[in-house]
């Protein structure tokens, strides 16, 4: 089954065949991508090695995510629980092999705290982040986990969707996952190239068919709602840019739903890690391997972390990123708490309040909004209204309502103002008069103190 979800013999054949592709076909591409409704392999590879198309690129990029996503950005920090790992990751300062870090699992005590910290911030969301270690950080350990962060609750709200990112497991307990209630199950294959996965992988990890399957057990599970991603700097981003599409492209085609989201995790230099990127990626390809994405695979969510500096996350929300995380921290217990045992090092340090003032400088949304998941809109039912853009109807006022919140609970002074203009404006944007007037009206309510209404 992996040979046939990447064919590294056919992605090379195709980077080879458009290897200096001109204007003219390029150009052709990009006008077929503004039709939303996705790239072929061999198109991908056009962009992928065009040259000088770069402004039409992202200009197409910037439009189809306007029309299938808006203008909204949503917003979620990253929560480390336990760095207990069994594998030996060259890249991760996890590896088993770092003797230097004294490691950590969060008790349920430890938890709350964290927990508390981040709604406290005015976080919603979270992305659970474990190391691999199947005695210490065991299915059971995962799903109390789960259930202690739902049921945190304080004045200031409480978090509404989790995701989570571990390592590959049974049918079993992706099922107890899925009973547990979680919004995306994420996967990163980190390189797909097999000779480098081997080189780069030790311990359980190491087993490539396991990591890139990993999805499809998870779905038989009954989890529809599944994320993909590669580490960019270990193999050529080209290679792993096309494998990507294609992941996605059998994933839809095979299950009958594609990755709900991409990840474009860079590498960062990490405590105790030597490695060093063979492949780095340069500023300017990454935000083109964020462009063609977009256009390649226009249904799915993008999600940008703080591994990027506020300059390249600015640019890349309007080119394609749907998601991002924000005042993140990366290692177990470091919400409150300066700990010198990172995964890495991360370049966007700002609080979440500037990393919103910024985006509101840009005229763009940020949202909070948990609605998909909890009215049980993912999978088929996402992708239906993803692939034709209608799921904007539901992601610009549940946008407007969420970060109305934020405003009123969290915002003072001129990101307060700005963000009822950027509000307003969005409003009367709503095309339809009765969602506009219901949300119009939801606004008011939530000005009068009533919080979680969502379409
Ligand atoms: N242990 C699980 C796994 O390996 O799938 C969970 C993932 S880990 C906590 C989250 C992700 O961080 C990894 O999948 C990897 O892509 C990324 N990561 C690890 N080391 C990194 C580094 N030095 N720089 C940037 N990202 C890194
Ligand atoms: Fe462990 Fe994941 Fe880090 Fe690899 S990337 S060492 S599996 S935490």
Request: aromatic share 10%.
């Amino acid at each position: 089954m992996a040979m046939r979800i990447i064919n590294e013999k056919y992605i090379n054949s195709l980077l080879a065949k458009e290897k200096a592709p001109s204007e003219k076909s390029a150009l052709a591409v990009i006008r077929k991508a503004l039709r939303r409704k996705g790239l072929s392999l061999e198109e991908a590879a056009v962009l992928i090695n065009a040259k000088g198309i770069e402004k039409k690129l992202f200009d197409a990029a910037a439009r189809v995510k306007k029309e299938i996503y808006g203008e909204r950005v949503v917003f979620f920090a990253p929560l480390y629980a336990s760095d207990y790992c069994v594998n030996d990751c060259k890249y991760c300062s996890f590896h088993v092999s770092n003797k230097l870090f004294t490691r950590k699992q969060l008790t349920m005590q430890d938890l709350r705290r964290q927990i508390n910290i981040l709604i406290n911030m005015g976080h919603k969301r979270t992305l659970l982040e474990f190391g691999e270690h199947p005695v210490k950080c065991n299915i059971d350990y995962v799903i109390d986990v789960i259930n202690t962060i739902y049921s945190v609750k304080n004045p200031k709200g409480n978090i509404r969707r989790i995701n989570v990112n571990i390592a590959p497991t049974t049918v079993k307990n992706y099922r107890r996952l899925k009973k547990a209630n979680i919004g995306t199950y994420q996967l990163f294959q980190e390189t797909y190239h097999r000779p480098t996965y081997k080189k780069l992988h030790k311990g359980l990890k190491r087993n490539y068919n396991r990591q890139i399957t990993a999805h499809i057990k998870a779905f038989k599970a009954g989890i529809d709602d599944f994320g993909i991603g590669v580490l960019f700097g270990l193999y050529d981003w080209r290679f792993e840019v096309l494998s990507l599409v294609s992941h996605a492209q059998y994933l839809d085609k095979n299950l009958g739903v594609g990755p709900h989201t991409i990840s474009v995790p860079r590498f960062r230099p990490a405590p105790t890690v030597n490695y060093r990127p063979e492949y780095p990626v340069s500023d300017k390809d990454f935000l083109k391997i964020i462009a063609i994405l977009r256009l390649s695979v226009p249904y799915t969510g993008m999600i940008l972390s703080t591994r990027e500096t506020p300059a390249i996350r600015r640019a890349a929300f309007k080119i394609g990123i749907s998601q991002a995380s924000a005042a993140s921290v990366t290692s177990v217990g470091g919400y409150g708490i300066k700990r010198k045992e990172k995964q890495f090092r991360i370049s966007d340090e700002r609080p979440l309040g500037e990393v919103i003032m910024s985006l509101l400088d840009d005229n763009m949304l940020p949202s909070f909004c948990t609605a998909c998941y909890r009215l049980g809109r993912t999978g088929h039912d996402f992708m239906d209204m993803a692939k034709p853009g209608a799921i904007q109807n539901f992601c610009r006022p549940n946008g407007l309502m969420t970060f109305a919140e934020y405003l009123e609970d969290f915002a003072v002074g001129s990101v307060y103002r700005k963000g009822y203009k950027v509000i307003k404006h969005y409003l009367n944007q709503i095309k339809d008069k009765s969602v506009r007037n219901k949300t119009k009206e939801r606004l008011l309510r939530i000005k009068q103190g009533i919080r979680d209404l969502y379409f």
